[in-house]
């Protein structure tokens, strides 16, 4: 930037509006109820909206209209910091820099047009444009190239400068139009992806056209965003079909183009095909190249993130499955001791306590060498009083926990609790053994109600539930369509447990 701009941009700044910006962090200010309630959520500890409210203005009847106003002003101050933030920090990725800064830079080029102050908005546009290029920020290359070419063209009659600002037009239009289109499509199979009972068939279908179009875009077009949307398109229509071989390929290639970026890859691209990896690899046994890639994810994460925390839940299923449960309890202390883990969603927590009772079972049978020591967290008469109903069962997590009542009250001996709660998993089994997503799922639980018919009696059972296990051994996890989640603990290992509890 020339001095002349500089001094047109320093005219836009005057002291009198610096001194009306609001902004946090101003130590003269920490005893100001914006600053308090600022320094209050950094440290999480208000768990709802009402009772910040009442350690504001306590029982007042004007309290939420106060706080509404409290909350608006922090609103503001911080959208006014935002512009501060430090960029020098570890956090940043180079590429994380870079798009914070050309983002903002565009900003400040739009109110500087606005404030009438175009030489220095045009000095800054030019900078922010070749930063944009390098980076592939398409739409602010778009953005800034527009800015340029008017004021070139209309305001300063330099036909050389129209011209290049223009081709900028010509050849970024269609490379954003292209990330907008693929943008669109991985949205649309997310959101059916999400759904609770996606007709599967058909979404694979529009999945494989929509791959086929993400392949076209990405053979005429370079750029970060649009890779990331293609290589996300690529991938979900294997996640859809739970094809892993298929699946882990194109998380691979996506990884390496990512990687070869070097000055430009992201954590974030990295960190999402890693993590997709994942449940493929536990689901083909290949546990030792699971756990690389759980360890390469846990370091393109920070500790205490909602990152860390999936990771942490692919490990511990990672260890139930290849029966290392003393590896598994260190996942769960590690999770239990870290500050944020109470903070989690609902859905997150119900899932830890499953893993928690889990483990409370193996220390029981002799699977765990010690005790876990979550027992504030975890009570086995609270898990056996709570009984979940079939009609709000959303995710299947309900069967886990039912699965986890019997074999608990296998190990106490209450047989007569069991044949109470049989009627519960009845409901689970009602469908007929097809060879869909549950199917695993409805041998088992066929398996578990023998138990009680059989009257308690190892033999017996086992006889009248060969068959069941055959069939259910024949369909292995990593030929099946169901979510790895839905099978914490494998089903055969399970059974086992189930028959030992039995005794002899």
Known sequence: MKFAELISLAK????NKIKQIEVLGNTREVRSSVEKLYRDLQTDKYKSEE????????????RRHYFNRLKRKLREKLVNTLFLVDLSQPDFSEYQRAYYSCYRYASAVQILIAGYSRKAAVALAKMTIQRAIKYEFSDIVLQMAKILRYHYGAMEGEAKQFEHFDRLIQAYQPVYQAELTLEGKYTELVMYFNAPQPDREAFYVKAKQYARIAEQEMSAYSGYKLFLYGFSITTIQHQIIHDHEQLLKSCDRAIAYFKSRKDRSSSVALFSFSFKKIPSLIALHAFERAEQEIEYCLGLTRKGKNNYFKVQEYAIILYFHAQQYDR???VLETVY????????PAQSLEAWRIYDAYLHLFYEIGLVSQRPTSNNRFRLTRLLNNVPKYSK???????TILTIHVLFLLQQGQYSEIIDRMEALRTYTHRYLRKDDDFRRNCFLKMLNRIPACGFNRSAVVRRTAQLRKRMEEVPISETRQELESEIVPFERLWDIALQLLGE
């Open 12 to 15: 836009v700044v005057s002291p």
């Open 51 to 62: 009772e910040a409210s009442n350690a504001f203005y306590g029982h007042s009847r004007y």
């Open 328 to 330: 598994a309890l260190e």
């Open 337 to 344: 001791n870290t500050d944020q883990f109470d903070w989690l």
């Open 393 to 399: 069962d959303k995710t299947g997590a309900n069967v």
